[in-house]
Every structure is written in C-alpha cells, then in structure tokens.
C-alpha cells in the first residue's frame, strides 16, 4: 500500500532497516507525479532560476535594445547579450554549487519587438540526477572459474 501511496505522491514516513528514527518517503508536491514539478526539489531549482533571471531582466526593462536597422529586429549582438547575460548568472550561482548540470538561454532572433514591446527568451535548465532508488545486484562468484 505504500508503493501505491508512493506513486501517487504522497508524503508519509517510514522506517529504514537499521537506522534509527522515520524517514520521510520523498519530497514529493502537490501535483502529479508525471510533472517536472513533481518534487520539492525540483521546484526550489526553478524558482531559483526565475529569480535570477527577473534580476538579471530587471535591468533591462524600458531599456531601448538595439535594432538590425535592416530587419527591424533585434540586433544579434543585443541576443546574444541577452541570453549570455542570464547564462552567465545562473550558471555562476547554480552550476558551480551542483544545483544544476547545464543552462541554456534561447532568444528567438525573428521576434518582432517593435509590434509588442515584448522580448521573449526561452531558458532551458538541464537538472541534476536523482537517486530515489538503488537496484543491487548481489551474486556469488567462484574464483577458481
């Protein structure tokens, strides 16, 4: 019953086989178990790089970005600014302190800033690994063979 309680993503305790106390089973949320937020932790990350990237676009508001005066689209120089600058800053706070394995910033260069006044960039996190579980396989083996 547990498992099941488990896979629907509840939270409870239980104890581990030669330890003492309970132990809380996950760190699951409330929403599915399928969802990419389906864990604390995996929510405290995303809300970490949400913070960082509104720091960082703060700056930037009611900013006049350079444009291809061309295209009427934003310059490539002022993209790259935008997605190096938000890189830079999560990959310095998280990265290096293993809270995340990668970060990629994406600012479609094609965006028509000057219909909507909106910049829009994608950032695509790539999480640490997860260990719920361990598959152990033990077997005996003969040194004479």
């Known amino acids: 019953q547990l498992e099941t309680?488990?896979?629907?993503?509840?939270?409870?305790?239980?104890?581990?086989?030669?330890?003492a106390g309970f132990f809380v089973n996950n760190d699951h949320a409330a929403?599915?178990?399928?969802s990419d937020?389906?864990?604390i932790s995996r929510g405290r990350v995303?809300?970490?790089?949400?913070?960082?990237?509104?720091?960082?676009?703060?700056l930037?508001?009611?900013?006049?970005?350079?444009?291809?005066?061309?295209t009427g689209r934003l310059a490539v120089a002022t993209i790259k600014n935008f997605e190096g600058?938000?890189?830079?800053?999560?990959?310095s706070r998280m990265t290096n302190n293993g809270e995340i394995t990668s970060v990629a910033a994406y600012a479609d260069p094609t965006q028509n800033v000057l219909s909507n006044d909106e910049i829009r960039?994608?950032?695509?996190?790539?999480?640490?690994?997860?260990?719920?579980?361990f598959?152990?396989?033990?077997?005996?083996?003969n040194p004479a063979n």
């Open 5 to 19: 309680l488990n896979g629907y993503g509840y939270c409870f305790f239980i104890p581990h086989r030669g330890q």
């Open 31 to 34: 929403c599915p178990i399928t």
């Open 37 to 39: 937020f389906a864990y």
């Open 46 to 58: 995303m809300d970490k790089v949400a913070y960082i990237a509104d720091e960082i676009y703060t």
């Open 60 to 70: 930037e508001l009611k900013d006049e970005p350079a444009l291809d005066p061309s």
């Open 85 to 91: 600058s938000v890189e830079t800053a999560i990959n």
């Open 121 to 133: 960039i994608s950032i695509d996190v790539v999480p640490t690994g997860r260990g719920d579980n």
């Open 135 to 141: 598959l152990i396989t033990l077997a005996y083996s």
